[in-house]
């Protein structure tokens, strides 16, 4: 069975340009979470995808956008960087549905934006 | 208020100790929670799901109190591997889809 990955493992951006992060989500796992982990916070849920569909979003603004492929795979774009988007992005994969609804982490995408 | 409150510590304890961390939620409608692990830089790992009969893995006991709002984790003889952030996690409805909340974390460190 294959894990949850993503690329690039480090990215180091300037204030205003744009970012594209992939994740390639666990065997069998049909829906991707994406968390935003600021240096000494818990993630913050940034959307889900379920089926190509975005299935849920959490308080971010609109220039954080994603994709779900046919694949389950996904990517997650945000537009115009801002300082405060230098974090760790983690993509989680699930199954839909299930009273324990366990997600599993990739290893995320270290974002430095100068 | 945050959705999920943790004591941030940090927790110095030496080897053999019992660890205990306390986490509360404010959503009343939260359906399923979890402790996470979180070595750093690293990605969080699923540590064990939390159920209202309460529930043990080896060292490790996680009791939730629905009423209260209120989740633990204990973590019996502790090892030098257990030195890692532990997460509370809780799993709301958000639309069709579940999001997870995370706690800020508590940092635990076990010492020799």
């Known amino acids: 069975e294959t894990g949850v990955t993503q690329s690039p493992t480090h990215l180091i951006k300037t204030r205003g340009q744009q970012v594209t992060l992939r994740c390639s989500s666990q065997?069998?796992?049909?829906?991707v979470s994406w968390y935003q982990q600021a240096l000494g916070q818990g993630p913050q849920f940034i959307f889900q995808?379920?089926?190509?569909?975005?299935?849920g979003r959490g308080n971010f603004p609109p220039r954080f956008s994603g994709l779900q492929f046919p694949n389950y795979s996904s990517e997650l774009n945000v537009n115009a960087l801002e300082l405060d988007d230098s974090a760790l992005y983690l993509c989680?994969?699930?199954?839909?549905?299930?009273?324990?609804?366990?997600?599993?982490f990739g290893p995320g995408t270290r974002l430095t934006v100068t | 208020r945050k959705e999920v409150e943790q004591d941030p510590g940090p927790f110095n304890v030496p080897e053999g100790a019992t660890v205990a961390f306390n986490c509360t939620y404010s959503?009343?409608?939260?359906?399923?929670f979890f402790w996470y692990r979180q070595d750093c830089r690293k990605e969080p790992k699923l540590l064990m799901s939390?159920?209202?009969s309460g529930n043990e893995d080896g060292r490790f006991t996680a009791q939730l109190n629905r009423a209260s709002q209120y989740i633990s984790l204990l973590i019996r003889d502790s090892k030098l591997s257990d030195s890692a952030t532990y997460l509370c996690?809780?799993?709301?409805?958000?639309?069709?889809?579940?999001?997870?909340?995370f706690g800020s974390g508590t940092q635990l460190t076990v010492l020799p």
């Open positions: 995808y379920y089926r190509e569909e975005e299935n």
């Open positions: 989680a994969s699930s199954l839909p549905g299930g009273s324990s609804y366990e997600q599993y």
């Open positions: 065997s069998g796992h049909n829906t």
């Open positions: 959503n009343s409608a939260s359906q399923s």
């Open positions: 996690v809780v799993n709301m409805a958000s639309g069709s889809a579940r999001q997870l909340t």
């Open positions: 939390v159920y209202s």
